[in-house]
């Protein structure tokens, strides 16, 4: 919710409806014909658009919108079984009667952008690419439970599994981007990223890529290959500012028309305004420092953190309650672990480890790092210092990492911020170049995101557990977890895992924000989902009498992608 500051002000304006967040009822009929461009300015640039390899954002909003999946996953985000999902690329399924494969009939309507038919032998190969480990893909892990996808007859793809799990539809239906075999099948799997199509894709979605120049513009517009109008609206236009200010201030004077994560110190502007509606969402983000526990050199323990005592301490030295006041008022709380409670693995009365400082020393004291003459902590000849790596792009993270830093002084820790931009951010999380990284996470709706997040199985090469993590016994947890059906299992089971990440403290667990974003008031929305604002753009609309004219957004000299 809204700061109990700002809540009554908001809603002195009228915007209570934005306090409580957005319906995804899809808007009324007014009968304007389709057309119009959406401009969204943003800081952040996708990595690539070649959803085995993505692993930013900002790159799966804009591939949601070029690449269909076999179905969508609904507004309430029930994960488990069936019953929670629509059509999209599959028309429809049928389980076998052990549950152990699904066969989707494919949409014989559908057709890739460059106008060849979509085919079960492209659902059979966007699977293998997927789990290839040439391709090293991050969603590898989550592919893990189906054994493999075959092809019954053109339009009909089987999916067929190792065991029976909860939320094998999802996996099988969300975490699979289908992909064109006849482009992407003689490319080389450990060179995805140098592809051409990686900047210039071909999907079957509502949307084709027109343009992308680097850091500046990437736009989209609506497909109509075999003459099915998949978009209401006729272009969607993202423009790129590495400044977060100056991407808000895009949206404030008229030049764009949605801006997603509005700071809190702009909630006021936004509100005020007669052309921009104040949108609250639930979100599944949350903010962590990591810790590299692994020595990337030798493979042994880290030198600093390789010690959970260490870590502990570090958690206990910060006061992350006021970090998140500091940056966000009350528009998030803090972070209990690795989860925000939108999500069924979510625990209530999960409490993190308390701020307190003198235990923080204590703790650091009997773990052999003692103060110098210049009040800093050594152990022999290992000075208590480290980096804290921060995206430059984001304005929430790079202010945690100062207030983090002069926390940390306070223990005799030295810490030195070091900003990336956001590709060379997620190069050196991937190389695993790092001490510490203040990450930011948005899992997908499922519960099983943290297997590849935080489990053993993440910490492999081309995993999302960059601080490579390992546990056994919260590694069984959550697999017990995810193999349960009953629902206060599942939340047993993932109740256990979460005290036992608290206590290793592989990471401190910062902010959960909520999604404040400013959108004008000119734009008909649909389906905005808490995971995903984006999920229904395709159905979004602008009246004919509120469309306006703009120019083509000026990019500066050089080749687009």
């Known amino acids: 919710m809204p700061s109990l500051r700002l809540l009554p002000y908001l809603c002195s304006l009228g915007l209570l409806a934005a306090c409580r967040g957005a319906t995804d009822a899809p808007p009324a009929d007014n009968g304007s014909d389709d057309g119009g461009t959406l401009v969204v300015s943003t800081p952040a640039e996708p990595d ?53 494969s699904i066969a989707f009939a494919l949409d014989p309507r559908a057709r890739w952008h460059d106008g060849r038919p979509v085919r079960a032998a492209d659902v059979a190969f966007s699977f ?21 996808m075959t092809v019954r007859d053109s339009l009909t793809a089987v999916a067929w599994f190792r065991r029976r799990r909860p939320e094998q539809f999802f996996d099988a239906v969300h975490q699979l981007y289908i992909l064109p075999a006849h482009l992407l099948a003689s490319a080389d799997r450990s060179k995805l990223a140098a592809l051409p199509f990686a900047t210039q894709p071909v999907g079957s979605g509502p949307f084709r890529v027109v343009r992308w120049v680097p850091n500046q513009v990437l736009e989209l517009a609506a497909d109509t290959t075999g003459g099915v109008r998949r978009a209401h609206l006729d272009r969607v236009v993202f423009t790129m500012a590495p400044d ?42 949350y903010s962590y420092l990591a810790f590299n526990l692994v020595d990337g050199e030798s493979g042994r323990p880290h030198a600093i953190f390789g010690d959970p005592v260490v870590r502990r301490a570090l958690t206990m030295a910060t006061d992350r ?49 003692r103060r110098g003459p210049d009040s800093v902590r050594r152990k022999g000849a290992v000075v208590l210092r480290f980096g804290i790596l921060v995206p430059s792009t984001s304005v929430a993270r790079m202010r945690a990492a100062v207030l983090l830093q002069e926390q940390f002084r306070r223990v005799g820790v030295e810490s030195t911020v070091e900003s990336a931009d956001m590709g060379g951010f997620v190069g050196r999380m991937t190389a695993r170049t790092f001490d510490t990284i203040l990450g ?37 947890h959550v697999d017990s977890a995810l193999a349960a059906f009953a ?31 400013a959108v004008h008031s000119r734009i008909e929305m649909a389906g905005m989902r808490p995971d995903a604002w984006w999920a229904g753009l395709s159905q979004w609309r602008i009246p004919v009498s509120k469309r306006i004219t703009r120019d083509a957004p000026a990019v500066a000299s050089g080749a687009p992608h």
């Open 48 to 100: 690539n658009l070649l959803p085995p390899i993505t692993t930013t954002q900002s790159g799966h909003q804009v591939e949601d919108l070029i690449f269909q999946r076999l179905a969508d996953i609904g507004g309430a985000l029930n994960t488990v079984g069936d019953s929670g999902f629509t059509p999209n690329l599959a028309r429809r399924w049928k389980w076998a009667a052990d549950s152990l």
């Open 128 to 148: 293998a690419l997927f789990t290839d480990p040439k391709t090293a893909s991050p969603t590898a892990p989550l592919l893990a439970n189906i054994d493999s």
């Open 244 to 285: 977060p200010v100056t991407a808000f201030t895009r949206v404030a004077t008229g030049e764009a028309d949605v801006y997603e994560s509005v700071r809190p110190d702009k909630v006021a502007d936004v509100a005020k305004s007669a052309q921009l509606r104040l949108m609250m969402l639930p979100s599944l983000d």
């Open 321 to 369: 309650r006021g970090i998140v006041a500091n940056i966000y008022d009350s528009l998030a709380v803090q972070a209990r672990g690795p989860f925000t409670a939108s999500q069924a693995s979510a625990d209530p009365a999960l409490t993190p480890l308390p701020y307190a400082v003198d235990s923080a020393n204590a703790l650091l004291d009997a773990a052999g790092w």
């Open 440 to 476: 930011a996470w948005n899992p997908d709706p499922g519960t099983s995101g943290v297997r590849d997040t935080w489990t053993s199985a993440g910490a492999m090469k081309g995993g999302n557990n960059a601080g490579e993590y390992r546990n056994l016994i919260f590694d069984a």
């Open 487 to 517: 629902p206060q299992d599942m939340r047993a089971h993932f109740a256990a895992a979460w005290r036992v990440i608290r206590e290793d403290a592989p990471a401190i667990w910062i902010a959960a924000p909520r999604r404040v974003m």
